[in-house]
Structures are given as C-alpha cells and as structure tokens.
C-alpha cells in the first residue's frame, strides 16, 4: 500500500507524467505556522537545479495545498499537497514502449499490473513522487524543531561518496568521462536525538527506518552504525562504553540505537544509491514485440547520479519516522 | 508494537527468563497438517547445538500449541506456540544489575520503562524471543511448499564470513584465541521466486523485510543484489539485461528485485551481525550505584558469535514474509 | 485517522470551505474502467437534487482524477479524486463564530484542536467530505460486478422512515409545518452475498461495517437483521432454520450475518439518522464571547432532513468494506 | 483478523474445548501493579456464577500470566495470559456434528474452513474467549484510574431488560416457562470523561467502540445517546444546549458524542443481544449427512440468556478502547 506511519502518515499519489504527484499527511498537529516558502530550499535540493550530473528536466515544483491549511496554519486534519507536471515529454517512452528498460520497473510493473500501469517516465514508480515526500519532510522537521525541552532534534544527511570516491567531483567526472550512469553513498546523522524512542522487535528505530529508506527509489543497503564493517569486529572493539548517566558513549558503533531504541547518542546510519537506471551507455534488453534481445540505448531526460538529489529525500524520510515515534512517545502535543 | 504483517501475522510475547516465550501467528490457512518433529531442525539450528561458540545455555525448546491447532492440522484461526524456559540462571544477572552492559538494552530499557522492564537475561529484548519466530517460520515454509504451480519456494541462509574471514574456522578461533566475540555476515537466497511480489514505496519486497531483518537482535546492515557495492557501479555494468520474455536476466545485481517488485529471478540479500555484546573480554560501563564508569566483565552464558544461530531465524522471517505477499497476491487460498 | 480498509483503502481529505474535498482509493485493481459519467448519478443522489427538504447549496461535484487513472482505466495505483468547492458562503459561518452550535461539532472541535480547526461550514466535519466517499462507492459498485462467478452483488439502501413516519412525504411535511428538521431510518440490502466473508471478531462483517457506517455523520445507531428487535424474542424464534446445502434459510433475522462470517443469505441492516443539526428553529447555546449562554437561531442553507441524502453515502461504504473482504477472501484478483 | 487498537492492542486467541484461551495485551504502560485477586470480581461476573438463566459449565477461570509481568507490575512489554478449559465436554458437540446448529457458526465456519475448523463448543467462535478480554479490561480500566488529573474515567454497564421486560426477573422467568432462551439489551455508561477523545470519521468514538462491541459474540445492534429514537425526533428537541464553557449541555441526546468527539458529558450507548442460539427448544435444520432438512434439539450446557453475561464484557470492551483513545491524546504516559 502507498502510506506509512502511526500516528503521522504520509501516503503518496501520482504519477510521473499524470497530471500530478501528491501526498497526504495525516495525523499532523493543529497550530503549525505553513508558508510555501519554506519548501522552496529543500525542493530545490530534491531537483539538484544547476547541478551537474542531474536530469535537465526542470519543474517548478511550488507545493500546492489543497486540503488541512487554514490562515496559513495546519488544523489538524489531513494536509493534502499537489505537484503539477507540466513539463512533460511523453513521446519519449512512447517510442521505447517495446523495451522494458533494464534496471526499471518496466517488465514487473507490466507483469503484475496486466500492461495497466502508466508506464509514461516510470509512472508511480518514478522518483517524481519524492516530491511529496520532500514536502512533508519539511513539515516534519518544523515540528522536530517545536520539541519544548530545548532539544533541536537536526537531522542532516550529504552524499560521503559518488561513484567509489570520496572525492565527489573525481566520482562525477568518472560517469561523465565514461558516458555513464554512476551510483553514491549518503550518510545521515540526527543530533540532539531524545533518549527511548524506538522499540525492540518490529518498531525497532532502525526497522521502522530502514522500511522507509528503502522505499527510495535507488536504494539498495542500509547500515547503521558502522554498519557491515561491524561484522569484522571484536565486540569488546563495538561495544560502546557508557560514560556516565546522561548515556553518552565514548564511541558509538551502534549509531545510537541499541536494542531499537535510541540512546541519546547520534544517530548515523548510511545508505546505498545504486548507478541511475537510465544511463547513456547502450545496453540490452528484451524487445517484447520480436520476443529477442536487442541492443538499444535510453531516450529522455536523466540524471547521471540520482545519489545527488537523494539527502535531502532521506532527511525527510528520517524526519517523517522520528514524528511519528515522538508522537508515539507522547513528547509531543498540541503546539500551542 | 510487537506484531507485524498484513494477512498473515506474527506477535511476539516473552522473556528470557520469564515463564516462557512464544508467538502467535494469526492468518495461517486452515488445512495444514502440523507436527511438533517437523519445527525440531530449526529449533536445533538456531540453538546451535554442538557448535563451537554458541551458547552453553541449552533449553530444550519443544514447541507447546496452545491454540489454533486441531486433529494436527491448522483451523484457520491464531496459533499459539510457547517455549517454556527452564534452564534459567537469573543469579547472573541480578548480580551484574547495577552496570548497565554495553552494546545491550540495559540503559535504554531501564530509561525508556523506568526500571519496571524484566531485566534479567534481557528480558523481552533477549534472542530468546527468536525461538517464536522460528517456529513460525516452519510454518511459513511449510506454506511456501503448497503454493500450486509447481514452483516450490525455496529460502536458504548461510553464514558466509565470520570475523572478517570467508573460511569459518578460521574466524570463529579468531574470537577463541582473543578471548574475545565476533560477528559475520548471512548471505539468503530465495530461488523459485514468483514474478510480481511487492510494490513501488512502503510495501517494496526491500521495505517489508528490511523492517522484519532489523528486528533481529543484532543485525546492523542489510543490503541487496550487489548493495553497497552497486554505489561504485557504472549504471551499464549494473543493470540486469533481460534476456527473455521469462524475465530472467543475464546478471542479478539487483538480487531480484526491481521497483520494489520481485522479478522471478532469485531474491539474494545480505545482513550484517554485530559481534555478540556479552563478550568475556573486560569492559568499562556506567555504575548506577557509584554514578562513575568502571572496568567489569560480563557473566552469564553467551554465544562467541550469535551470527552461527542467525541464519535460521533469517529464513524464518524472509518465508513469513513471502507467505504475507503471497497471500496479498491471491495465489494462496485455503490448502485442500 | 482519515483512513481506514486492509487491502482496499480509502483516505479522505478536505474542508467544506476550502478550496476541494476528495479521497484517495489506494489498493483497486489495475484494468477496471473509469467513465466521470458513471459517477454522475450517485452523486447527484447524494446532493438529493430538486428534492424537497435538502440544502439549496448546489455543486457541480464532478469528479477531477488527479491520479491513478490512465487511458480512462485504472493502474493499480492510489486513485485521487477531487471534488472543488465553488458554491461557498463563509460569511455565514464566520458571523456565527462566537456561538457553538449545538448538534455540530464547533465545540468539541475548539477543544481538541485550539482553535485551528477550519470552522467554516464545519470544515473537515462536514457532510460534504461525504462526495469522496460516493466517488469511491462507484469505483467499488464497479467491482462488486466483477466478480466472476455469475454473482452479482447488488447493495441498495433506502430510507424507510422520515420524521417517524413510514410516509415519507408525510414525514418531510411534518418538518416544513414544525420549521424544524427531523431524522429518519434507512435500510440496506445486499443481495447475491458471497458466503463466507468476514470472521469472528474484530473482523466480523458487523464489526467491519458499523465501524465504517458511524464514520457518515449523523449516524446514531446500527442493526443487523432483527436488531434491537431481537432482544425481545425467544431463541427458538429468531434462529434462521438452515433449509439446504446452499445455506438458504427460512427466515433471515441475522440479516445474512452468524458468527461475523456471511451466510449468503441477504445481508441487511438499518441505521438511524439523528434530525439535521443545523434547524430553523430557535435554539440555545453558549456564546464564547459573552461566557453566557444565548438563544440564536442557524444562519446557512441546510437540510431538512439528510437522511435523504444518506442512502447513497450507505450504499458506498457498504461496497467498500465488501471489495476489501473480497480481496482479502482472495477471489477477486487483477481484472482482465 | 484477531487483533485490534493502534497504541493499545489486544490479540486473542485459543479455542472454548482446545487447551485454553488467552489474549495478549500489547503497548500497555510499565509500571503498574498487578495482582490475581484483582481480576476475580469481573472474571466471575463473566461467568455470572449462580445466576439463574447462565450456563452450569463452571471454569475455574483463574488467570494465567505467561508474559509481560515482573515483580506483579507491567513491564511495558506484551502481556500475555491464558486461562485453561478444565471443564470440557466436546462429547456433546461431536455428536451433534452432522447438523450445523441454528443461530450458530458452525454452517459458516464448515464453509470457510473447509471443515478444518475446532468445532467443538464453537471453537474459536465461542463467547469462552470473552474471557481473555475481561481480563484486559481489567487492566485497562486500571489505567483508567491512574488519570492524572482527578478525573476518575468510570464505565459501568449493566442489563436494562430482558426478553422485552425492564423487570429482569419476569423477562427470565419468561424464559424458564417457554423452555426457550431470551435476549437482552445493555446500557453502558461512563462518567468523567475526558473531552477531545475521538475524531470525526473512521475514529469516531462510535466507529471505534461499535467495531468493538460487535465482536462481542451475540450482538445485533448498537446505539449511542437517543440512538434510534433520534430518527424521530425533531432537531430542536434532539440538539443538547451548551451550558458553559466547561461544555455541559442541558440533555444528553448526544450521548456525549458529537462529530466523533468526546463533549465531556456522560457516554451513553445501548446494545442488543440476541438470546443465546442454543436453545431447548426443538428446532430445525439441515443435516449434512441426509441433505435434508431435520428437527432436533440442542445437546451441552448453555445460557438462557447471555446477555445476563455482558454487562462486564462491554465494560472491558469499553475501558479497552477508552485506554487507546487516551494513549493517542497523550495524556497517559508512563506510570511513576
């Protein structure tokens, strides 16, 4: 199903070249000051305008609120926000309709939903619908920021690698140079994080996280802490020492979570972008009309690395998760 | 909370050493037949008997249907399976109660429940709870093998690197000679997958058992196909290319999985074990008492390397959640 | 929250003044085909159009889909529908913004959401967010004719007694000589039931019903077959004699239901519709401003009676809540 | 499904001639004491011991805790508690195998689980697993009580008639003279309650608790404040006056509910139940083996009339929703 979440759930809607992406959020608190404004930087980020190496497909993406805001101030119902698409080229995927693209949905999509599916620029399944997950992470992070006890929960991811260098430009100049499609490494860490959230078992911090990590589109491992690297350890070289009463941790290999539940500690986790599906390099695929494998090459409007567009997507996501556990955990009510 | 699943679903209850653990497993169709031998080898594998590094606690771990089973068959209503504990040694603990140990949900949990939490053995946060989970798995993969279409649903897991070595041995007298734990790596392969399972966001094969893996006490990474590997790739060198109208793909670097949506091709994923927290090795650690950090070390009974009982409970948890797909996909009815 | 349903799901949305009201269906199958004009006549029915004793506000209500649809079919994908709000006098309501009026929600919203709430026309509360609901009924009607096996299931609500009176017309007179509104009694009858459906429990058809039909505001009670009648009558009396193999029984005072599970036999219940809140007459309330309470009579166009309009709302849910027993019983699958 | 509530979920499970029956109570707060003793008054109320009309099957009914508690207090963990079938007698049912009684589920339950099912005694449809959620009632009106805020959440139902008459002991001696068995309606009420709890739509009080009380084997109909009677009513008779601020109103049509929302004013519902389906009386229906049509008569031990046996069923039913409510309006948090 397209929504998530307990008490604060977002669901998503839309398709890539439909009239629009969406999504609603429900369970959000009444009282929270809205200004279209305030989007405007992290959509930004989502697009990667000017960037090198994302697609040359530029929408305006302004967060249209249809239903939850009134004077400019959620009410406590479902806030429901549309992204038009106007700037679409269609024609492009018509042409390729033969091909399933390798590394798309396009031969699963088809095989489960009967050749139903809008298949126009990957349909649902493109990172379009991000733009709404944006767009409640926004929302999100404001009311992080409105825990009363003087904790700033701040969630920050960055891409750390892009195409195995650390060095991002070298990563990105490998794809350009190559005719290519590379993939990257983002690492997220959330300070301030309040101690208790997170449960052992299925609502397990890193549980409930990593469902919505990789609901990403692109994403492909999720590790927290050191993560794989910690399979190669001691344990008495893991185990984080507990200093003193307030929790904190000489090191932190557990990324802040022990047991599912977080420990005051930094909370750090990684995760894996694969290379951009739609690369410029020619490739080969099942052509569904002569029933053979034939060599073609992608038309349309990519980016060289999506990793690129992705930080500001799993800060949403991580925020998203965070307000549904502090609600959970009653820290949070009514802003008043 | 501890429940989880959409039409076939498992809830968790117990403590280590409490009166028992167990699970209930609600949705199973009626009309399986049911034999206490049949959860026998599982149960065994994930005690690790024998094994050099595992625990020295043994339970006997018969499986006790309490519910939902009549005439050895399932009735189409929940089922309840407990374990009892009787090899309990909770003396251990009490003794150690004062110093939080690291790397395990002491701290959190006396935070998080105010002291009120079943402390001893780790109480509900203990891999003991893990024994449920097996047996529901038996379950699940009795399930898998019904499904009609003589594709028979195969879910294998194995431990293929232990203290950062491929050759086990050699790895687990790594940990012997440092008087020290160790983690490792579980590599699972599903062959015979049905095409179609899943969806694009929170209901993508890579959300629903990431959530349910990380569940599992100790897991700190899971990645899928290549997974962190696929972010140094070339997007033409990581793209499967479909070879025909089967689906099946020359490469599988996406472990079977494209759009969140199965594509028939094996489902292959790995998960990251962290070296078992109670190791013998000194540690240092808050002291409630004092409120300063001491040097301690840990007694009680303990596994070298908790990654050796893992990748049962692996497959477990994978069929339990293929049966919930399958089930949402209308390709499970009441067995006959 | 604002959604409910397991495999088929709806999520309302919206306010009665601002700018749309609208729902998202997530979980249709992918291949059903979509005509506005087939949505035309239930909503008209539930804007009860040139009927006596319903509200002069008139919308044009025609369905706008955002998402979901593609080729005049649906995708598989969340189906977002919009409804615009054109026809809206807020003045009215902004005038009477110091008093509560009794019966609605003003007070209670004020409460619970500080003052946030969207108060014009009721906001989120009102009946108009009722269009979404009609909208999916359609979409759910549709597939209820699906079904394969020759069966097909007809839902047909009416209202059966207006004011007290099984004259209906005699009934509404009563309100316009009074200038009051009065409540009324509608039945639903589901012919062609599937047996089989629903299951003891929390998922009992009852259960699954009542808890969807006391979502439509103004609904003050709920009775399957006999009701409340039932309490009066021997054992003996009111068992349905089972007459044959199919399950047909002499009598139906279950009204098709046993034990939560359907038997075939038809399905009917009655709910009660409390008088329109909002009446010409004089009433009494508290006014915020003052802290005393005063007597006012309601500004705003409004019903006589709105269980006229209910009939259709009814028969929607109750095709809802049927689709998603029906692909949770596993027979309707991807339709072709 | 067997499980329900969002931060407060019961499961229940076993089967009325299995070993047991049991429920396991998830997400309720650590801390609060827990003591056998406390549950007997309400378990025996459920067993309506000596009362005349209830069955003289006697269980013994002693609450098993296997899970959740340590050092008689809540740990925060899932509580699980079983109560064994001693006193079983399924030599009755399986003689009666081949005619699927009337008024029961056996016809419906051989339909949808293929004859897999427990059919001894009802199985898993017998009231016998009431037992388990009296009991989380008893936790949960605890709960209750640990309010902060002076305010004593009391809910206390009870029968108001019988076989048609107010006067119980005539409606039951009705019963007794008929060889028959009768129904009865129940009132609940539950004083200091809490404004806000409820929201409009899907978790309105009355969709929340009706999908609850209609789980309640036996149940026909459910109503709230003037419930049924409101459809006669006129609105400026049925709309109660706000008094004051505090939201007192003059009558209390309402029930105490409007918009889905808690007014603070007493909650006030009725429910239906039917008589007990196992009647003495002679009855018809089909036997499985002839094909025909035949008259029998119901063998084992049974109420005259159940409802003598809900009063503390509802109640539970009751708390145990009140308690999820109030958990979502955070205003439990964990007891100190």
Redesign the interface.
């Known amino acids: 199903?397209?929504?998530?979440g307990?008490?604060f759930?977002i669901?998503?809607?839309?398709?890539s070249h439909?009239?629009?992406?969406?999504i609603?959020i429900?369970?959000c608190p009444?009282?929270l000051s809205i200004d279209q404004n305030e989007f405007l930087l992290d959509l930004e980020r989502r697009k990667g305008v000017n960037q090198k190496g994302t697609t040359p497909r530029k929408e305006e993406d302004l967060p249209i609120?249809?239903?939850?805001i009134?004077n400019h101030?959620?009410?406590?119902?479902?806030?429901?926000i549309?992204f038009e698409n106007k700037n679409v080229r269609s024609e492009d995927y018509t042409k390729q309709r033969d091909i399933?693209r390798?590394?798309?949905?396009d031969?699963?999509?088809h095989?489960?939903?009967?050749g139903?599916?809008?298949y126009r620029g990957g349909?649902?399944?493109s990172a379009r619908?991000t733009t709404g997950i944006v767009a409640a992470g926004v929302i999100a992070k404001k009311l992080l920021n409105k825990i009363s006890d003087n904790q700033k929960i701040n969630v920050q991811a960055s891409v750390i690698?892009i195409?195995?260098e650390a060095d991002l430009e070298k990563g990105l100049q490998k794809?350009i140079d190559?005719k290519?499609?590379?993939?990257?490494?983002i690492e997220c860490r959330v300070t301030n994080m309040p101690?208790?959230l997170g449960?052992?078992?299925?609502?397990?911090i890193?549980?409930?996280l990593?469902?919505?990590?990789?609901?990403i589109?692109a994403?492909?491992?999720?590790?927290?802490?050191?993560?794989?690297?910690?399979?190669?350890?001691?344990?008495?070289?893991?185990?984080?020492?507990?200093?003193?009463?307030t929790?904190k941790?000489?090191t932190n290999?557990?990324?802040g979570v022990?047991?599912?539940?977080?420990?005051g500690n930094d909370l750090v986790f990684r995760l894996?972008?694969?290379?951009?599906?739609?690369?410029p390099?020619?490739?080969?695929?099942?052509n569904?009309s002569s029933?053979r494998?034939e060599t073609f090459s992608i038309k349309g409007r990519h980016d060289l690395c999506v990793?690129l567009r992705a930080p500001v997507i799993v800060e949403a996501v991580t925020a998203i998760v965070l307000v549904d556990f502090l609600?959970?955990s009653?820290q949070?009510?009514?802003i008043?």
């Not at 290519?180 to 490494?185: A, E, K, L, R």
């Not at 022990?258 to 420990?263: E, K």
């Open positions: 199903m397209n929504s998530l307990r008490l759930r669901s998503v809607f839309g398709e439909g009239e629009c992406v969406g609603t429900d369970g009444a009282g609120f249809k239903a939850g009134f101030t959620t009410t406590g119902f479902p806030i429901t549309l399933p390798p590394g798309h949905a031969w699963v999509a095989q489960k939903f009967g139903y599916e809008d349909g649902h399944f619908l690698e195409g195995g794809a190559a290519d499609s590379v993939g990257g490494i101690v208790g449960e052992p078992y299925f609502d397990s890193e549980s409930v990593s469902k919505i990590i990789f609901s589109p994403v492909r491992g999720v590790e927290f802490g050191t993560g794989f690297a910690a399979a190669k350890m001691f344990g008495s070289e893991h185990n984080d020492a507990i200093e003193n009463e929790g941790t000489t290999h557990a990324g022990v047991g599912g539940i977080s420990n894996a972008i694969k290379p951009t599906s739609s690369t390099a020619q490739q080969k695929s099942l569904w029933g494998q990793a609600l959970q009653q949070l009510k009514r008043l």
